[in-house]
């Protein structure tokens, strides 16, 4: 069963960090581009940061550009987050998804499997 699991949610205060993983299981994704996304109560899923098969190219929302660093271990079958400098507006369900090609997408459709999601809370 291909499988895709997120972890390292929570809460955090405004200005804090914290660093989502992936862990991919059922299968290699190792050529496959993996995303990010994340979704606000009463607001569409919405694309965060991507990274391409190999690792050597990445994609991100101007909202989390500089913030926000994606990573991948092809090795491990998995998959990270690294966000600084939190705001509340960040606050979401966020979500980890493999794409069905080798390289960057920021839709949606263009990803077929998906994680459960993890939640972050960013106080004031």
């Known amino acids: 069963q291909v499988q895709l699991v997120e972890s390292g949610g929570g809460l955090v205060q405004a200005g804090g960090s914290l660093r989502l993983s992936c862990a991919c299981s059922?299968?290699?994704?190792?050529?496959?581009?993996m995303a990010w996304f994340r979704q606000a109560p009463g607001k569409e899923r919405e694309f965060v940061a991507a990274?391409?098969?190999?690792?050597?190219?990445?994609r991100y929302a101007n909202s989390v550009k500089g913030r926000f660093t994606i990573s991948r271990d092809n090795a491990k079958n998995t998959v990270s987050l690294q966000m600084n400098s939190l705001k509340p507006e960040d606050t979401a369900v966020y979500y980890c998804?493999?794409?069905?090609?080798?390289?960057?997408?920021?839709?949606?459709?263009?990803?077929?499997?998906w994680g459960q999601g993890t939640q972050v809370t960013v106080s004031k």
């Open positions: 059922g299968r290699t994704f190792s050529s496959n581009a």
């Open positions: 998804a493999a794409d069905t090609k080798p390289y960057i997408s920021i839709m949606k459709d263009a990803y077929a499997t």
């Open positions: 990274i391409n098969w190999s690792g050597q190219a990445t």
